[in-house]
């Protein structure tokens, strides 16, 4: 499809997908893939038995993570999306659903997002009995762990480990949005895992034109995406999305 054949005019309710791959060219490694983090650190590392029981790996591993997050600067892909929430029009709906936790789409300035997968620049306490309120953090506590002023129970990136359920509130927006939406993008995602699998379906059941935007192929056909840009987002957005 050539790139400026995108009509947004034509959709009312648009839902986008974004993964790793959006956020590469700002230098944030990705999980899966060559040079992803999960060939160096195992997913029961990062699990919820391990926020309780290992937190200081926890925090030395994300801690790092959380030093680049933060020194990070949105690319020509997030600015054309939230370029995009900025110029629709007022009978036009937009809810972008990602799945990183480097908050570089609220700093490229969209507004309706919703993270599934928390964010690195928070901070949470670890007892989930605890009605502390999440905070902003940048801090690496790389030489003490954070403990909880209300209950004193030790304190973890607010991110989604392995095993925890995404937030219920993410999990209902995204449904909400994708319940009606007419246009459907995926992007930096291999639109194979969980759960942009569930979210492209739903997408298609709906009768929304469905859009995979990412680095490579698919290995194999997926029936529900109606048509696959292959390429770097930063490069094929800001045309696409004009």
Not at 159 to 168: Q, S, T, Y
Request: net charge negative; aromatic share 6%.
């Amino acid at each position: 499809m050539p790139l400026t054949e995108l009509n947004l005019a034509a959709y009312s309710r648009i839902v986008i997908l974004t993964g790793a791959g959006i956020s590469v060219a700002s230098g944030i490694r990705p999980f899966r893939g060559p040079n992803g983090v999960w060939n160096e650190i195992s997913a029961d590392q990062l699990n919820a038995e391990a926020g309780q029981n290992n937190p200081g790996f926890i925090w030395q591993t994300l801690g790092a993570m959380r030093k680049v997050v933060a020194s990070a600067a949105p690319n020509a892909a997030h600015q054309a999306l939230a370029d995009l929430e900025q110029n629709l029009t007022p009978s036009q709906q937009f809810t972008l659903i990602t799945q990183n936790i480097d908050g570089l789409h609220q700093r490229a300035g969209s507004q309706n997002v919703v993270e599934l997968h928390g964010s690195l620049l928070e901070t949470r306490c670890s007892n989930s009995a605890c009605d502390a309120p999440v905070f902003a953090d940048q801090a690496t506590h790389a030489d003490q762990m954070p403990q909880c002023s209300v209950c004193h129970a030790h304190q973890l990136p607010n991110v989604v480990l392995f095993e925890e359920p995404i937030p219920l509130d993410a999990s209902w927006q995204s449904k909400k949005a994708l319940r009606d939406c007419d246009l459907f993008l995926a992007i930096g995602t291999s639109g194979t895992v969980q759960p942009a699998a569930s979210f492209v379906r739903s997408a298609d059941y709906v009768g929304a034109h469905t859009i995979l935007i990412n680095l490579e192929a698919p290995s194999e056909p997926n029936p529900y995406f109606h048509e696959v840009i292959v390429g770097a987002a930063e490069e094929i957005l800001p045309t696409l999305l004009k």
